[in-house]
């Protein structure tokens, strides 16, 4: 399974616009609290743990004093009974320092949280970081310009002069690998680390479908025209909030030229190539992401030939 996908929590959307089962839940006992520090997850045992890590849910009221007044506290969803929250715990200059969560735990950067602890605890993370960040960029209304306020356990803010509604949004935004024969096409951004190269990707522009949006980015970026374009998955990508589409395109041919305000480069390589590079190899000064990234899956599936 592709990482942020997979939650496996209930949602229980029915059950965010009552608010006084929202607060009992949010003072149940049985319920689990999950801190998020400047979007940086909570994870329970030591940083230097080489084992698989543990997402850092927490008995309400442990990490309240950490959080402003104001503070979002997100409903996530229901695990079996349990009610499961994330609370923003931001305004706590250093938590690890001193306090409730002091040689609890740490808090740890969500790509990397994402990368060592289940594929479960992966979605919950992506879901709860997705949200928070949302609220942190969304205080004021941006039709009136006043505070709005946090309603529905999280799922709408509403303005207190213009009673403007506003809901998270989820960005759409196409990941094509473009094959012709033998091989596929990546790129390397100008802000990737040395040697990292990757399935091209751009976002869905208004009025377009994902089939003109995969047309359209591979002749922007590459100059490649490309004809049939076939879905694989969809990975949720919480940085901040997109949904990303994966597809496949076959290309015309390999005529190529990189959009130099976009990407440092782009290339051709070969089915074989591929099937090392997703094996974590680095080939003739390639590398490609690692499985965190739907790209990766692209590339795999393409390069064992499972599309």
Sequence with gaps: MIPFAGNPLDRASEKRIDANWIESKRRDPSSLILPMWRLEPFLLGSEKSSAQLELGLLKPGIADSLAGSNAPCIFLGLDGERAVFALDVSDAGDPMNAGPLAGLGHFRDARVAASNVSIKDAAIIGQAKALIDWHQRHGFCPRCGEPTKLMDAGYRRLCGKCNAEHFPRVDPVVIMLATHGEACLVGRGKLFPPEMFSALAGFIEPGETVEEAVRRELMEEASVKVGEVTYYSTQPWPFPSSLMIGCFAKAESRDVKA?????????????????????????????????????????????????
């Design 259 to 307: 959009d130099e305000t976009e990407l440092a480069e782009v290339r051709w390589i070969e089915r074989s190539v591929a099937r090392e590079l997703v094996e974590g190899k680095a080939v003739d000064g390639v590398r490609v992401p690692p499985p965190i990234a739907i790209a990766y899956h692209l590339i795999r599936t393409w390069a064992l030939g499972e599309q």
